[in-house]
């Protein structure tokens, strides 16, 4: 991340849904660290559709027993992360064009899920990050 595109993590109301290079992981990863933020990462290379991204999310996740592998389970988990550690929770995506690409209406879910999930935690002052590595855009946020 370049200096003037840093985020300072541990600020709630700097949380959302941000558009990353993948080289910017390893940089996001030690200042979430740093900001005593949990870091959960999925690798989403070969993701197509929506049951496969809710499996990979929930392992990345580590969600409790009974997850319900649907939309609404998967947006009820991000609003409560009580389970995980950390003043906050930082969620980097690799990989993402590949659902983009093969499950476009699934992408688009998801991005609604995220942001959904960020203007919840902004309001509860916890910060909450989704990285979504894809090969335009470096840190953009989606609208």
């Given at each position: 991340m370049s200096a003037e595109g840093a985020l300072d993590l541990t600020q709630?109301?700097?949380?959302?849904v941000y558009f990353v290079d993948a080289a910017d992981f390893d940089a996001i990863v030690a200042a979430a660290e740093q900001g005593q933020l949990h870091v959960c990462r999925a690798d989403l290379i070969g993701c197509h559709d929506k049951t496969e991204l809710?499996?990979?999310l929930a392992a990345s996740?580590?969600?409790p027993n009974g997850f319900g592998q649907n939309w609404d389970a998967l947006l009820d988990s991000l609003r409560d992360l009580g389970w995980l550690q950390?003043?906050?929770?930082?969620?980097?995506?690799?990989?993402?064009?590949d659902l983009r690409q093969a499950?476009?209406?699934?992408?688009d879910t998801l991005l609604a899920i995220l942001h959904e999930s960020a203007r919840f935690a902004i309001d509860q002052q916890r910060p909450f990050f989704a990285f979504l590595s894809l090969p335009e855009h470096p840190m953009a946020m989606p609208s």
């Open positions: 709630a109301n700097d949380g959302g809710l499996r990979r996740l580590s969600v950390g003043s906050g929770h930082a969620l980097l995506l690799d990989h993402a064009n499950g476009p209406k699934d992408f």
